[in-house]
């Protein structure tokens, strides 16, 4: 139950967080006296009411869960297979284009004036929301282009594109400050709109909201009432959206099916392609981390101690703890795969703890055997269990467990609207490999 209380009131923290950011994000949105800098204003609100459901969508399912827990509907406490949760992972998206589709009378017209898009992504992954840089979009570019690399901790991924149309004469709301008052202000609504009001709403969550009922945000009281919010400036529809699983992860570059959500009457419209094209990569922990390591026995080749460590596709065996954290070569390596199967041997009568065999096929070859021994029964339970943990993750994971993918570190975000004009998907798509998808 204290567990229970912790997590809640770390929910109800964030949320109190992202109501002061949409708040800050409002009163911006009516100060603002430049057009990108209502842009970005207007796209942070979308973005902190987004988090603000996903957050209260969490809480209502916690707290639906403490109910079940105190009428004892979930009293059974173990380890089954039916209560057998994955590991958690990365899943990292990145090189996400957008095609577009121009009709010739459009895309080789050089007279006339031009269809301005202002858009953006917003990706959903659980209560985790992440939103791109905004692209300025009209008639010269022919793929929407996001140079934003994001990492999520979960799966599955919900990819949104949001789209208002930008007019060239932008009047500034009636709350747009004077130019006295400008002036003294200009650092924080300045030309570079884009990082200043970043951290402007980062500062405006600094302050503090009074809970409801007088509380201190601990588990038992309601989040915060949303303060009304300021209705001028532009405003982002939704365009497009997919959703990707982990199907959909390969360690290349594809492209996916998109729903188109606008007709074409609509003034934020884009020509889309009905596709989005990105790479989405995958590290799940039980790869990148260690499942279980100790010392055990490898018979009948060697019975003195060695150290074992399981992980991802590989149980690796050093001649000791510290060769392991030496980095020295190991002695030897067991392949691990989803295909691997394990038992427990019973031993003669004068042991006292089973041995554990390994089967591994690899790639098309036969079953190679190994029996490892360990000290005490409890250890042998404990290697045991590991494995079986391990396999689920794998299971789960599918594909992403044949090799570890590589997932760039994202590079700092940056703070200003993207209007440089961009290759064409078409021209520099080079020799990546498509496959079309369907998601489901």
Request: hydrophobic share 35%.
């Amino acid at each position: 139950s204290d567990k229970f209380l912790r997590t809640d009131g770390e929910v109800q923290r964030q949320i109190d967080r992202e109501v002061r950011m949409r708040e800050g994000a409002s009163k911006l949105l009516a100060a603002c006296s430049q057009r990108d800098q209502a842009l970005e204003a207007s796209k942070s609100l979308l973005t902190c009411n987004t988090r603000i459901l996903a957050l209260l969508s969490q809480l209502q399912r916690m707290r639906e869960a403490q109910v079940l827990q105190r009428v004892g509907h979930r009293s059974c406490i173990g380890g089954s297979l039916d209560e057998r949760l994955p590991c958690m992972g990365h899943v990292a998206i990145s090189d996400l284009r957008i095609p577009l589709m121009w009709k010739d009378s459009e895309y080789f017209k050089s007279k006339g004036e031009l269809h301005h898009c202002a858009v953006f992504c917003l990706l959903q992954c659980g209560r985790e929301i992440y939103d791109t840089d905004l692209v300025m979009v009209d008639r010269t570019l022919t793929d929407i282009c996001f140079e934003d690399t994001i990492i999520f901790p979960c799966f599955e991924l919900r990819v949104e594109l949001y789209s208002t149309c930008v007019v060239e004469d932008f009047s500034p709301g009636p709350g747009a400050l004077g130019p006295r008052r400008h002036n003294r202000l200009s650092s924080s609504l300045g030309c570079t709109s884009g990082r200043r009001i970043r951290a402007a709403l980062e500062s405006a969550a600094c302050g503090t909201i009074p809970n409801v009922e007088g509380g201190d945000g601990g588990g038992g009281s309601p989040p915060p009432l949303l303060p009304a919010l300021c209705t001028e400036g532009p405003k982002y529809h939704l365009l497009a959206h997919t959703t990707l699983t982990i199907a959909h992860v390969q360690d290349s570059f594809r492209t996916h099916d998109l729903s188109i959500s606008a007709t074409e009457d609509s003034a934020f419209w884009l020509p889309l392609y009905g596709s989005v094209c990105c790479r989405l990569a995958a590290q799940p922990l039980c790869m990148t981390q260690q499942v279980i390591s100790g010392r055990i026995k490898k018979e009948p080749e060697c019975w003195t101690d060695i150290y074992g460590v399981l992980k991802g596709t590989s149980l690796i065996c050093y001649h000791s703890q510290e060769s392991m954290v030496a980095q020295e070569e190991p002695l030897f390596t067991i392949a691990i795969n989803k295909e691997t199967h394990i038992h427990l041997s019973e031993r003669g009568p004068l042991h006292h703890t089973q041995s554990i065999s390994i089967s591994t096929h690899t790639r098309g070859d036969e079953a190679v055997t190994h029996t490892l021994v360990t000290h005490t029964p409890q250890d042998t339970q404990r290697w045991m269990e590991a494995f079986w943990q391990h396999f689920y993750d794998m299971s789960q994971w599918k594909q992403c467990c044949n090799d570890l993918m590589k997932i760039e570190v994202p590079s700092p975000r940056k703070s200003h609207l993207v209007t440089a004009k961009q290759g064409s998907l078409y021209h520099e798509i080079g020799n990546y490999s498509i496959t079309h998808t369907t998601i489901t």
